[in-house]
């Protein structure tokens, strides 16, 4: 399963990396191949000052070796020794009608000394991050991920867009990060699933993603913007980095395990902004996203 996940993982950086060039006109994804000395590597592209995407990066991964104590106390587990790989990605655009998007699908495995494996799951998800809403954009992005979802388990939708509503949450300022998506982890075989089924599921989700996101690309990229409008995306960007260092569980998980740190930080937007204690004038854009951010929507 795991040669076969890492193959898929890299066919679709591929089409995704190329449509996403194809969708900028003007920049192209530069690559760093790299190894991790405790065992793996990965493939990094990342995407800059483009036409339509500021920063961006589409990076595959497969790691391997000891789980490091700090994991072993968070996966409670003893020593035992592990396999990720997986596909994560983020992009910024410049224009700040068009939203932040993020996507991550991934394997894992945990091995006792004997190389037995012990346990295994799937997980991962895509999710929007909007500056200035637009409620078609959301019932667009929404509707592919309950299409995808649809063909494997009509529960599979509301229960993973709830995870993903509570996973990419602030708590320190009691509102989302974005308009949310899909989330889902420890996908592991059951009596009714077998490892075979969730990946069927994990690549259709996968598949789908270019689908959920281009066209709000091609809908808002050449929309009109003024300074202000770029204050508030920077501003906004801010509470995305919040959310990545002080809460995201990948970005832990590899710095936890000595992954690439500029892999890792990839994430982070270019230009942002912290400023003291804003709000957004009343009954402005602004105001209308941050009053769905305190509240789950169904987009459905």
């Keep these: 399963m795991k040669d076969k996940f890492y193959k898929y993982i890299q066919d679709l950086q591929d089409s ?13 994804f530069q690559q760093d191949v790299w190894k991790r000395p405790e065992g793996g590597g990965g493939r990094t592209r990342v995407i800059e000052n483009g036409s339509v995407f500021e920063k961006g990066g589409v990076n595959i ?28 990605l983020v992009l910024h655009p410049e224009n700040p009608m068009v939203p ?3 996507a991550n699908w991934r394997y894992f495995e945990m091995y006792d000394k004997g190389g037995t494996i012990v346990d295994s799951w799937f997980g991962g998800g895509q999710d929007l991050t909007p500056y200035y809403l637009f409620e078609e954009d959301a019932k667009h992005f929404h509707q592919v991920c309950k299409t995808s979802c649809d063909k494997h388990n009509p529960e599979f939708y509301p229960l993973y867009k709830k995870k993903c509503d509570e996973y990419f949450y602030n708590t320190h300022r009691g509102e989302a990060r974005g308009i949310g998506g899909l989330f889902f982890d420890y996908c592991k075989q059951t009596d009714q699933t077998s490892m075979q089924n969730w990946y069927d599921f994990v690549t259709e989700v996968g598949n789908s993603f270019l689908e959920a996101y281009v066209p709000i690309v091609e809908r808002r990229k050449n929309s009109t913007y003024t300074e202000e409008h770029r204050n508030w995306q920077e501003i906004r960007r801010g509470r995305y980095v919040e959310f990545n260092l002080v809460h995201d569980k ?43 951010l305190k509240k789950s929507v169904e987009w459905q």
Aim: aromatic content about 8%; proline content about 7%; glycine content about 8%.
């Design 16 to 28: 995704i990396t190329s449509k996403l060039e194809e969708v900028d006109g003007k920049a192209k």
């Design 61 to 88: 991964s497969a790691v391997h070796g000891p789980l490091p104590v700090a994991m072993q106390s968070y996966f409670k587990v003893g020593d035992v020794d592990f396999f990720a790989c997986g596909l994560s």
């Design 100 to 102: 932040t998007v993020h």
């Design 250 to 292: 990948g970005t832990l998980f590899g710095l936890k395990t000595n992954g690439r740190i500029e892999s890792i930080l990839m994430s982070l937007p270019p230009r942002v902004q912290w400023r003291y204690d804003h709000h957004p004038k009343p009954e402005s854009e602004e105001e209308k996203l941050v009053k769905v």
